[in-house]
């Protein structure tokens, strides 16, 4: 499956962004989905994840009531609604899909990062 994430720029902090992920080539409405990051100087890190079968999202700590993952199968897209966003979430994004239940597990196959930059 490949994957193009879109929707990244510079925001103010405390303005919003949503990100969007495309997939193709592959069966969209059976991978279990994910945002991961990777800030500088740091390792990437998960951001959240959404099942094919339903049942609650997973988030880092990080994100909690900040951000939102959805997902519309019939647009073979994932989604990552970020508000309220922080200097602190400047990163490179990318959006990421596993045929793997566990939406906090490894995945297999990552888009090419959509840059998220957050000003003070």
């Known amino acids: 499956v490949q994957l193009q994430a879109s929707g990244g720029g510079l925001v103010q902090a405390g303005g919003s962004l949503r990100l969007s992920c495309a997939a193709s080539?592959?069966?969209?409405?059976?991978?279990?989905m994910g945002w991961f990051r990777r800030i500088p100087g740091k390792e990437r890190e998960f951001v959240a994840g959404?099942?094919?079968?339903?049942?609650?999202?997973a988030y880092a700590d990080s994100v909690k009531g900040r951000f939102t993952i959805s997902r519309d199968n019939a647009k073979n897209t994932v989604y990552l609604q970020m508000n309220s966003l922080k200097p602190e979430d400047t990163a490179v994004y990318y959006c990421a899909a596993t045929t793997r239940d566990r939406l906090t597990g490894t995945y297999d196959y990552w888009g090419q990062g959509t840059q998220v930059t957050v000003s003070s």
């Open positions: 080539g592959g069966t969209f409405g059976t991978y279990t």
């Open positions: 959404i099942s094919w079968i339903g049942g609650s999202p």
